[in-house]
């Protein structure tokens, strides 16, 4: 089984409606990040999260929400899509306790909004 | 403000080496090395900390020069399951280990 899993893995959806992605994982981890990703532009950070109750804006925040229900449960929410979030997100993992802090990601999500 | 890697793209034949480049303007703490295959998530590759410290594949190599906060991948006798695109990762001193990456390098390895 995948250690980080990411629902849906594709999605259609109208400007204005809202939206979630969740993301979970098994590997025990506390820090857990989204990004996405668009064509030429690499992978952004749009928020991370070092434990439950801690929660930080990326470089791209506009436009996103999150939520930590729990340690292993890390959601993304778009209040009113728009078109130019059109994107693929991918969901990441890493262990404090890690000095190389390595990022484990999810198979992503790739989100259309028409 | 992101790295900046060089060359944007690259063709080789399968056995050929290649150097991937990532500069950043910024004082780094680490370095990180990740491939990404088309349709799929990004793989580690190789983590390079201030220091000398790091962590990779046998196959992989990688250096990373603190004063001129510059690191190359490089990748020698290439094969074609190295075909993909490389992203840097670079952390910098002080920024509570967050990842801002580049923009990528699209390497395809060819017959």
């Known amino acids: 089984d995948a250690d980080v899993t990411q629902t849906p893995r594709n999605r259609i959806t109208k400007t204005g409606k809202r939206i979630m992605l969740e993301c979970s994982q098994t590997?025990?981890?506390?820090?857990m990040y989204w990004y996405r990703q668009d064509p030429g532009l690499g992978l952004r950070l749009i928020y991370y999260?070092?434990?439950?109750?801690?929660?930080n804006k990326g470089e791209i925040s506009d436009g996103y929400s999150v939520s930590r229900q729990a340690q292993a449960k890390f959601s993304l929410s778009l209040e009113s899509a728009i078109p130019n979030q059109t994107a693929l997100y991918f969901c990441?993992?890493?262990?404090?306790?890690?000095?190389?802090?390595?990022?484990?990601f999810g198979p992503g999500t790739r989100l259309t909004v028409l | 403000q992101q790295p900046v890697q060089s060359p944007q793209a690259v063709i080789l034949r399968e056995g050929e080496d290649a150097v991937i480049n990532c500069s950043s303007s910024?004082?780094?703490?680490?370095v990180h090395w990740y491939r990404q295959k088309h349709g799929e998530a990004p793989v580690f590759l190789m983590i390079?900390?201030?220091?000398?410290e790091q962590k990779g594949h046998d196959k992989i190599s990688a250096s990373f020069n603190e004063k001129k906060q510059q690191s190359s991948l490089y990748l020698t006798a290439s094969q074609l399951s190295y075909s993909g695109t490389y992203f840097c990762?670079?952390?910098?001193?002080?920024?509570?280990?967050?990842?801002?990456f580049g923009t990528g390098t699209r390497l395809q390895v060819t017959l």
């Open positions: 990441a993992t890493s262990d404090s306790i890690d000095i190389y802090n390595e990022q484990f």
């Open positions: 590997k025990g981890h506390d820090r």
């Open positions: 999260s070092f434990d439950v109750k801690d929660i």
């Open positions: 910024k004082a780094l703490y680490s």
């Open positions: 390079l900390l201030k220091g000398g």
């Open positions: 990762g670079t952390e910098r001193t002080g920024t509570a280990s967050k990842l801002t």
